[in-house]
């Protein structure tokens, strides 16, 4: 699963740290939800799609992999 949580990040000019706190997680959560490393939870994706006011499906999305 890829995702454009770095992009959403760049553009509203927020630090991995800013996003960790808005949204309730480490910055480890993020840095690794950045580099594919974690999945997150359909709660936290909600949360940064509220967040960043994009749908699910606009952040996250599957690989042929997947």
Do not use: W
Request: proline share 2%; aromatic share 6%.
């Amino acid at each position: 699963m890829r995702n454009r949580i770095k992009v959403e990040r760049a553009e509203l000019d927020l630090t991995q740290e800013d996003l960790a706190n808005k949204i309730g997680v480490s910055r480890q959560t993020i840095s690794s939800i950045e580099k594919n490393r974690y999945v997150p939870s359909t709660i936290l994706a909600l949360k940064l799609s509220a967040l960043f006011q994009k749908t699910v499906n606009e952040l996250f999305f599957l690989e042929e992999s997947d």
